[in-house]
């Protein structure tokens, strides 16, 4: 069985730091994982991306990031916040078919890494199954990656408050109605990390039908079993493996989840030797929306 991680980045950014960490947990269970991004921070040679270091990688680079920020312009007055329109044409459904994996799991794909429409071509020659584990709320809105009180994700997106927008078909309307068309019958399993994140994938539009299983960032069992007291994170990870033993479903996320317990970097480890120093630091857990 093979697995392919689809993230932005391998090391800059928290997002990228759990990705990589659940591709490395892959690996030391001895399942045969990779990983292909946009930017690579990381000498490691099971990853598959640029590095930026060349001219033309720069210019690519450039060019990725001026074309995903394009449509934002025309809002003078959007708020800070990111907000991915997901309009550049990459070249990544090549790349997957080309590593060929029988199972495909995203995380953090926004900045320039794929279109919404990619997801179905990653099934043009054979079956995949598609694993989205969510680390922000981007997957299913339309754009932003924090909607802060607008719950317009539940239905369609449009007057985007993050876009100070008050047009009902704006951009946050157009980027979901092609999430829609683009993932319309297509099998995705989404893998929240948080019960919070997985309430508000089930009340969205996009994922509510889908399939939603919560498997927490990947974890060094082994180092939090030699606390001698029982710390919350040996509990979760007790109650991860009693879940995964018993009661988890079939097809990939058993894998997955048992991955979560091997010997992945904790966030209270020192920067591996191979992750260069250009990361930054990860914001906090965001809170949850209010309804209004």
């Keep these: 069985m093979k697995v392919l991680h689809l993230s932005t980045a391998d090391a800059n950014g928290g997002a990228a730091r759990g990705a990589y ?5 892959l690996c030391n269970a001895g399942v045969d994982s990779h990983m292909l991004v946009a930017d690579k921070f990381t000498n490691d040679p099971t990853v598959t991306g640029s590095t930026g270091i060349t001219g033309f990688q720069k210019v690519q680079k450039g060019i990725r990031q001026t074309v995903e920020y394009w449509p934002l312009k025309r809002y003078k007055h959007k708020k800070p916040g990111a907000f991915s329109p997901a309009i550049y044409p990459s070249n990544i ?8 994996p029988d199972i495909i799991n995203l995380h953090w ?3 320039g890494l794929l279109r919404p429409q990619d997801l179905r071509r990653f099934q043009r020659t054979r079956h995949r199954d598609l694993v989205w584990t969510l680390r ?6 339309g754009g932003c990656h924090y909607s802060g009180d607008c719950i317009a994700y539940q239905t369609s997106c449009g007057q985007c408050p993050a876009l100070s927008s008050d047009q009902r078909n704006d951009l946050s309307r157009q980027v979901w109605q092609r999430k829609q068309a683009a993932w319309k019958d297509l099998n995705i399993t989404v893998v929240p990390l948080s019960q919070w994140l997985a309430d508000c994938a089930r009340q969205s539009q996009l994922f509510g039908h889908h399939q939603i299983h919560v498997i927490p960032n990947a974890i060094d069992a082994e180092n ?4 001698t007291r029982r710390s919350p994170a040996t509990s979760l990870a007790s109650q991860i493996t009693k879940n995964s033993s018993s009661s988890e479903p079939s097809g ?3 894998t997955l989840a048992k991955a979560s317990l091997t010997s992945a970097p904790p966030s209270n480890t020192s920067r591996p030797n191979h992750i260069t120093t250009r990361s930054k630091p990860s914001s906090s857990a965001l809170p949850p929306p209010k309804k209004t």
């Design 93 to 100: 459904a090549a790349q997957v078919e080309a590593i060929d």
């Design 224 to 227: 939090i079993g030699r606390s």
């Design 109 to 111: 794909v926004a900045g």
């Design 136 to 141: 922000d709320m981007w997957p299913f809105t």
């Design 21 to 25: 960490w659940m591709h490395k947990a």
């Design 252 to 254: 990939p996320l058993p």
